[in-house]
């Protein structure tokens, strides 16, 4: 499994991977379902889940932020009752190109680095270093 390998984990813990920066999205189950099937990660917000307002965007930490479902839900989705099981699964990645993305403390004060893609990300434009059920459960 990916946690135990060392390497994997030494690479998450500096967080660079062949030197380009490493980052997480999590997701919940239909979510992991969806990027397998459609071989993307889609920036289109569901609107049924997060409301009309929603914004697009693919959102990432950065591996520095690690972390399992429990404190992802609390500290990515500040404790949301909608969003507890929105971290179970995840995709740790590299781009193979640089990309503009935003980044900014999750929440005024947080430790943890919320990144924002406002484009899909496709398969084709990264290198994926894991994907499946979150290995730091």
């Known amino acids: 499994m990916f ?3 060392h390497r994997i984990d030494m690479h998450t813990n500096n967080g660079m991977f062949n030197g380009k ?3 997480i999205h999590y997701t919940s189950n239909g979510g992991f379902t969806a990027i397998k099937t459609q071989k993307k990660i889609s920036a289109n917000p569901n609107h049924a889940r997060r409301g009309a ?3 697009r965007g693919v959102y990432l930490t950065l591996a520095k932020d690690a ?3 429990t404190d992802a ?3 990515l989705f500040l404790g949301e009752t909608k969003y507890a099981a929105s971290a179970m699964y995840c995709v740790i990645f590299v781009f193979n190109h640089p990309r ?3 980044s900014a403390p999750v929440s005024s004060g947080s430790p ?3 990144v924002i893609s406002l484009n ?5 434009e990264i290198n994926i270093i894991y994907d499946g059920p979150n290995p730091y459960i």
């Open 112 to 114: 943890v680095t919320e």
């Open 120 to 124: 899909d990300i496709g398969f084709n």
């Open 100 to 102: 503009y993305l935003h």
């Open 53 to 55: 307002n929603a914004k």
């Open 21 to 23: 920066i490493i980052y």
């Open 3 to 5: 946690s135990t390998d």
């Open 73 to 75: 839900h609390n500290q």
């Open 67 to 69: 972390m399992n479902n």
